[in-house]
């Protein structure tokens, strides 16, 4: 921790600062610049905490040096995670785009949906069977019946399923059903104990970015999954609220790259639910690959005009069939696969 001192702060001021580190058990570095003083407490600084000191006489303010994050941090594990979906790596050189309806609604609609992943050359499938809705009177999901569904039509396509858990009391439901990537959403990113309980599981998690969070609460956020002992934690950009109507949300790319030197994790991006209309995908799909993105999650439906949910926003298969391609000719030229 680091301590400045107030212009003129005086000796004996000084001396309460250097005293109540060593109480601590901390040793005190005392450096007498020409304007102020500044006295740095070595040791294991989480005995200390700001308010301890900038209570004190003469103290302008305290602050940690070390990051609250530990785990999850990249200056505790340099090396890139990947994590393993199936025998799908995520993290790695190659890009992951995850694919599929907003919400689980028929079987048919279902079956049409993973052949269009499959056929477009995605390697994992998304949608919801639990959404979370503004409105308590839209559509809420298929639910159980939902998860069955996307099962038996992932399955015969051979796509691992992507799907969102909003209540800790349905996990065990999850593991039944074997989901392989539990999401958690953007309205979920700070609920402590639903991230504890995906934290005593080892099925990777998704985790979106709270739409007001800043890129330091989500990582406190991963810290929580990833102290329970499940490390298999991937960062999700999905825009966050702006002042302008004229998108659903703005796409943070510039959390790209301040994230990658943060994580060693892998970081995707959902640009669907960033713009909020289907025109808009392709450009901030093409601009969070370029700005160092792991990989995508987008919404895709059979006939988007017939969505029960993110109408507006879903890519028709032949649209994600030609963002794909796009997609792949940025990857070559970043040395990535897909
Ligand atoms: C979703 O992916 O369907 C979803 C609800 O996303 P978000 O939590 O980012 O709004
Ligand atoms: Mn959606």
Known sequence: MIIVMRHGATPEEIAGVVAKIDAAGLKAHVSQGTELTVIGAVGDERALKPEMFELLPGVERAMHVVKPYKIVARDWQPKNTVVDVRGIPIGGP??????????????????????????AGCRLMRGGAFKPRTSPYTFQGAGVEGLKMFRAAADREGL?????????????????????VIQIGTRNMQNFDLLKAVGQTNKPVILKR???????????AAEYIAAGGNHNIIFCERGVRNFDPAYRNMLDVTAIPVLKRE??????????????????????????????????????????????CDADQALAPDELNALMGELRGIAAVLGRGL
């Open 94 to 119: 190659d890009l992951q785009v995850i694919a599929g309806p907003c919400s689980v609604e028929t079987p048919e609609q279902m079956a049409q949906a993973a052949r269009a992943v499959k056929a």
């Open 160 to 180: 691992p399923i992507v799907t969102e858990l909003m209540d800790a009391r349905l996990l065990d439901t999850f593991l039944e059903y074997d989901v392989d």
């Open 210 to 220: 709270g739409m007001c969070a800043t890129v330091s609460e989500w990582l406190m």
């Open 263 to 308: 994580t060693h994790l892998p970081v995707i991006v959902d640009p669907s639910h960033a713009g909020g209309k289907a025109w808009m995908v392709p450009a901030l799909a093409r601009a969070a690959i370029a700005a160092g993105a792991d990989g995508l999650l987008i919404e895709m439906h059979p006939t988007p005009c017939e969505a029960w």
